[in-house]
């Protein structure tokens, strides 16, 4: 048994599904210890992008910075184009009466004080057509609306109830994020309700991942369970627990899984309840399995020498066909971990997964992302991390199982 | 070469009519057909025939390691009873076996002082103090030509299939049952190991009188360690009686068929009679 663990992380297979898996484990168990956020608590109101999110009522209360840069002439490098410029220093040659060596493109500053002194609609421009007339007023208006630094005010209701002025901020004045009581870096943004995305990410890997556990265990036990009993005890008890088998086997195991989770209220439905019910409907291939390799270990010799050693029924059992067997049913369980999780996935998507007040999961995630448009409304990252996360965990559980199966079937190396 | 018939003790086992069918309908098989047999304390038989023939099914029979669907078995003069676990336990105390296959008849994931504990256990030797274990261990290891010291704390699989089955003969030897049935031991080791494991088998016969049962397909074999010899065609005896007459004198064509087939160190084989 020891060999064959040291062979499996020599494995490569195995090994990079092993780390990956690990990797995926250490965030979701870390992560939400580390984190500033809870993942059920709303922070913002919608779907913020990834990055830092101050609330415009926050920035009220906190006190504005002028700083000390260019504003004026940085806004005007923001709107005009360098035709605009050309017109304006056309403009100022022509009519405002300035020698063209004066004017300094480059210098956005001391060109905008030309124009600001200068300028003057009710030139009579002579030689200018009434529309370039219209063109060169409307330019100098964006101007002056871009220049604007007047103060932007704030209001809120008084003791009486009416809106009044709570303060004003001056348009040139700027907000640290930092010293914003209530500013939020959201490294992958918020959800629909305003839950930090990546909080809530890693805590829905945690859930998942011991939903999938739970339920590859309750159904690897209770498939191993039917298939020894049914393989080793052959006869009547062979025919009943196969008869069993094969009603689960061909009915959709889905179908009985969304029939079980509706007939259970959706106030009972914790990750719990919800592991419990998949455990409970995903067993029969692995009893079938179990079932066929024990049957051809049970004419065994070694078996046949254990029971002449006058072995009980259940030490023959653990000691003589389970060892055997061991190695395929710890694959099995790898894969159920991973289907475990993907049924949680699309039960949440119906609507059918945990109780979603109190618990989140990736299938929730992706239900809420889809329900508030998501997708339409270009919000990414309410989406994209959560496929990523299922894709990357069943990926790695599968990558495990395959590199075990070419531990233990040698056969299967390339 | 056989050693003079020897006296016969009383019977040990004496089978009636023993039938065993396999399937049912369609599939319905008939392995073993109203055979009887009688094999006496101290005995050595030796049950030959081909491939398919049922001489394995048989000893499973005896060995109730499968039920026998018609006749009666009666050992000891009675009608074995191995209906509980409890009679069945106390039945195997009496008669034990050597299989074929020595890389199979082992549990890979049990080291060999589980496999030799357990029978020291099986014969009441559960009290006995850890210094006695070890002894009765290392006698039992030594008459096999094995050192207990070099095993111990082995798995079965670091042995070779001569040492293997030789193992096999030890846990007999700590056991010492009334009856053995050696389901062709030496089919799968070389013959070097072949003529050791024999001899073993003899000298353990002589030790504790213990009768063996040989199924094989070797009528050579059958002829050098064997009293009684039963030839099997198709689930049913065609000849048997003492060694001599049987394999020197025989009568029946499958018999004389089974001898010309054995391979002759000198003069050309006689492949004429194989059909």
């Given at each position: ?245 094969n009603i689960f086997t061909v009915i959709p195991s889905f179908v009985i899984l969304v029939l079980i ?20 409907t995903s067993?029969p291939w ?53 289907s475990?999780?993907?049924a949680?996935?699309q ?68 | ?275």
């Amino acid at each position: 048994m020891l060999r064959q663990i040291k062979e499996a992380f020599r494995n490569p297979k195995f090994l990079v599904g092993f780390i990956l898996f690990v990797l995926l484990l250490l965030m979701a168990i870390f992560y939400p210890m580390i984190s500033m956020y809870e993942p059920l608590t709303y922070y913002a109101t919608s779907f913020e992008k990834p990055g830092t999110y101050v609330n415009i009522l926050d920035i009220a209360n906190s006190e504005g910075v002028k700083l000390n840069v260019d504003t004026a002439a940085g806004r005007l490098d923001s709107v005009l184009t360098d035709d605009q410029k050309e017109t304006m220093k056309d403009w100022l040659v022509r009519f405002g009466g300035v020698e063209e060596s004066a004017i300094d493109l480059e210098d956005s500053e001391s060109f905008l004080k030309l124009w600001q002194d200068n300028y003057d609609s009710k030139n009579p421009q002579k030689g200018l057509r009434t529309a370039d007339k219209k063109a060169v007023a409307r330019l100098d208006k964006q101007l002056t609306t871009a220049l604007n630094s007047d103060s932007i005010d704030i209001a809120g209701k008084n003791e009486e109830g009416e809106l009044e002025v709570v303060k004003s901020i001056p348009g040139d004045h700027f907000i640290n994020a930092g010293s914003v009581g209530n500013s939020y870096t959201f490294p992958l943004g918020t959800d629909n309700f305003g839950a930090d995305v990546l909080t809530k990410l890693t805590s829905s890997i945690r859930v998942s991942l011991r939903i999938g556990l739970v339920a590859g265990l309750i159904g690897t036990a209770i498939g191993l369970t039917i298939g020894l009993l049914a393989g080793f005890l052959g006869g009547w008890v062979d025919n009943f627990l196969t008869f069993v088998t094969n009603i689960f086997t061909v009915i959709p195991s889905f179908v009985i899984l969304v029939l079980i989770s509706n007939a259970v209220s959706a106030s009972a439905r914790g990750a719990t309840m919800v592991s419990v019910i998949i455990g409970l409907t995903s067993w029969p291939w692995t009893a079938r399995s179990v079932r066929s390799q024990v049957l051809s270990l049970r004419g065994r010799d070694h078996v046949n020498l254990s029971k002449l050693s006058g072995h009980s029924m259940p030490r023959i059992i653990l000691q003589d066909i389970l060892p055997y067997v061991a190695s395929y049913v710890v694959m099995a369980m790898i894969l159920q971990i991973s289907s475990g999780i993907l049924a949680e996935a699309q039960l949440s998507m119906l609507g059918l997964g945990p109780n979603t007040s109190t618990t989140t999961t990736l299938g929730i995630m992706m239900n809420w992302a889809q329900q508030y448009s998501a997708m339409q409304s270009n919000s990414w990252w309410a989406f994209v991390p959560v496929v990523i996360s299922i894709t990357l965990i069943t990926f790695s559980l599968n990558l495990m199982n395959t590199g075990l199966d070419q531990v233990f079937n040698p056969q299967l190396r390339d | 070469m056989a050693e003079m018939a020897r006296e016969l003790g009383k019977s040990v086992l004496k089978g009636e009519n023993i039938t065993k069918v396999f399937g049912y309908g369609k599939t319905r098989t008939e392995a073993v057909k109203k055979v009887n047999f009688d094999f006496h304390e101290g005995e050595v038989i030796s049950i030959v025939g081909e491939s398919g023939s049922g001489k394995t099914t048989i000893a499973r029979m005896i060995l109730g390691l499968i039920t026998i669907t018609e006749g009666t078995l009666l050992f000891n003069g009675q009608p074995r009873d191995i209906s509980s676990g409890k009679k069945r336990k106390e039945y195997w105390k009496n008669i034990q076996a050597v299989f074929q296959d020595p890389f199979s008849s082992f549990n890979m994931f049990n080291k060999i002082d589980d496999l030799l504990l357990d029978c020291i256990n099986m014969t009441g030797g559960k009290h006995k103090s850890d210094k006695e274990k070890f002894d009765m261990m290392t006698e039992a290891c030594s008459f096999v030509n094995l050192k207990y010291a070099e095993l111990t704390n082995k798995y079965p699989f670091e042995l070779s299939g001569g040492q293997m089955q030789r193992l096999m003969i030890a846990r007999i030897f700590l056991l010492k049952p009334k009856i053995l049935i050696a389901d062709e031991p030496t089919s799968m080791v070389d013959a070097c190991s072949r003529a050791t494991i024999l001899d073993m088998l003899m000298k353990l016969r002589d030790e504790i009188g213990m009768t063996i049962i040989f199924i094989t397909h070797d009528i050579g074999l059958a002829y050098y360690v064997s009293d009684s010899v039963y030839i099997m065609e198709h689930g049913a005896f065609v000849e048997a009686g003492p060694a001599e007459d049987v394999i020197i004198h025989p009568k029946a064509d499958y018999t004389k068929r089974l001898i010309s087939d054995v391979p002759k160190i000198y003069g050309e084989w006689d492949l004429s009679t194989v059909g």
